[in-house]
């Protein structure tokens, strides 16, 4: 990695620290903390939720066709899902033991905290609970197919990727056969020796 990908890697983390500093500001406008990964409300703030909360017969009733037709089917996501999770689960217990590599973390991944939010219904939490399932389990996998990556193929792709996983930057290029003999273990090394193997990078480009 050249000195300016270093700088500009450096700077996207320090746009995130910017960013969740941010999204705190903005959670204490709205009235609510988080404790113990739990988002608290004020009571005055909590009983205003419970006021607008809409009726489950008023919900359906102003739902389209098209959305009642689509349901089921949004709905059936469920089982590929549910197979991806398992899948991968057991995939990185087996290989991941295998490799020496830290394990991927399910429940850093998944979380259904909207279920606790006053101003929706039961279908509205219904709903929330299985969009934080589908998207963690999306985000759980890519993790482990990251970590799986840096292990067997840390190297960059020719053509530009749409938003690849954060270890995809700190990748060699593509086409440094030196670069990729000399430091392939090094990759192997810090994600081992990384307790919660976050992206590092293995050494200077």
Same mark, same amino acid.
């Given at each position: ?27 204490? @406008? ?15 703030? &909590?009983? &205003? ?13 102003? @739902? ?112 440094? @056969? ?7 273990? &090094? ?6 020796? @990384? ?11």
């Amino acid at each position: 990695m050249t000195a300016r990908m270093q700088e500009l890697a450096a700077e996207i983390v320090r746009l995130q620290d910017e960013l969740d500093r941010e999204i705190e500001k903005r959670r204490k @406008a709205l009235g609510w903390e988080l404790k113990e990964k739990i988002g608290e409300f004020e009571f005055g703030v &909590a009983a &205003a939720h419970r006021r607008v909360r809409m009726g489950v017969v008023k919900f359906l009733g102003g @739902a389209t066709p098209a959305v009642l037709l689509s349901a089921p089917v949004i709905y059936s996501l469920i089982i590929p899902l549910a197979v991806i999770d398992a899948w991968m689960s057991a995939y990185q217990a087996i290989c991941f033991r295998a490799y020496g590599l830290p394990r991927v973390k399910r429940s850093d991944y998944l979380a259904f905290d909207r279920r606790k939010l006053n101003y929706l219904n039961v279908i509205e939490k219904l709903n929330c609970d299985y969009c934080a399932y589908a998207n963690g389990v999306i985000a759980y996998a890519r993790e482990i197919a990251s970590r799986t990556e840096q292990y067997w193929c840390p190297i960059k792709h020719a053509l530009k990727m749409s938003d690849p996983h954060q270890r995809y930057y700190q990748f060699l290029e593509y086409g440094d @056969a030196d670069g990729y003999r000399a430091r392939l273990d &090094a990759f192997r090394s810090r994600l081992r020796d @990384a307790p919660d193997a976050k992206p590092t990078e293995p050494g200077g480009a």
